[in-house]
C-alpha cells in the first residue's frame, strides 16, 4: 500500500470511503489525488509547526509536483505521473496550493467592514479549487 493510500485510509473522510466502490485503477489514482489535497492541507493547518515551516513545506510541493528531488514524499511521484496520465494541469495543482496557504495568514480585523475584502477572497478561492478538484476528479473517473 503507497503511502497516498495510507493518507486516504486514515482521513476517516466519507468522500475518501466512496473511492471503494471504483475499479482498482481509477481508486488508487483518485486516492493519490485524494491524498495530496489532505496533505497540503493538513501541513497549512498544523499548529505544530512554525508558519515559515508550513509556507517552506508548502513551496516544496511546487516544485515536487513539476519535478523530482531528494527528500520529497514518497507519492510525490504518483502525482507527476497522475498530471501525466490525465493531462492535467499543474496549474490546478498551485491553485490547491494557493488555497491551502491562505491558512497560513494571520489575519485580524479590527471592523467587520474590514472582513469583507478577505472573505470575499477566501471563499473565492475555495469555490474555485473545489471546481478544479471536481474537474480533476471527472478527467480520473471518465
Known sequence: MSNAENITRKSGSNLAFAFFCLPKEKRRDI?????FCR????IADDPGLPTEERRARLESWRSWIRRSS???P??????????RKYS???LHFEDILNGVEMDLQQV???TSANTGGF???FVRRAVYVSSQAYRL?????S
Open 137 to 141: 476528479n471527472r478527467n480520473i473517473l
Open 39 to 42: 496533505h497540503v492541507d493538513d
Open 70 to 72: 531528494p527528500g520529497e
Open 119 to 121: 472573505l470575499i477572497e
Open 88 to 90: 492535467l494541469k499543474v
Open 31 to 35: 486516492s493519490i489525488f485524494y491524498a
Open 108 to 110: 485580524r480585523f479590527t
Open 74 to 83: 514518497d507519492f510525490a511521484g504518483e502525482i507527476r505521473e497522475l498530471i
